[in-house]
């Protein structure tokens, strides 16, 4: 029915699809860290535009029907825990900033 995909897509798509972008938003910068070598200090946009290019060069794999998929998946559910994370933690750490 149509009040059941709606409430679908306010309570469960939309939160998240906002998960999953903090997520590769603050994900890809920590992938292209790993990439350079240790010691570099590189600008942000660096960091982020390496993430997404190793990111985007591991769906390369879609190309085998099945590895593409598991690779997907996740990558998927990766950035989508880093965003959960990101979203639950940062309440707390307002709060211990203002409790300080």
Same mark, same amino acid.
């Given at each position: 029915?149509? !009040? ?7 309570? $469960?798509? #939309? ?8 997520? %590769? #938003? ?6 292209? !860290? ?14 982020? !535009? /390496?993430?997404? #290019? $190793? ?7 879609? %190309?085998?029907?099945?590895?593409? #998929?598991? $690779?997907?998946?996740? /990558? ?11 979203? $639950? ?5 307002? %709060?211990? %900033? =203002?409790? =300080?």
């Amino acid at each position: 029915s149509q !009040a059941l995909e709606t409430a679908y897509l306010i309570l $469960v798509a #939309l939160p998240l699809t906002l998960a999953l972008l903090v997520g %590769a #938003l603050s994900g890809l910068p920590h992938v292209g !860290a790993r990439v350079l070598r240790e010691g570099a200090d590189p600008a942000p946009l660096l960091k982020a !535009a /390496l993430g997404g #290019l $190793v990111i985007g060069l591991s769906m390369v794999s879609w %190309a085998l029907p099945p590895l593409g #998929l598991t $690779v997907t998946v996740l /990558l998927a559910g990766w950035l989508l825990g880093i965003g959960l994370g990101a979203l $639950v933690r940062a309440p707390r750490v307002e %709060a211990a %900033a =203002e409790a =300080e």
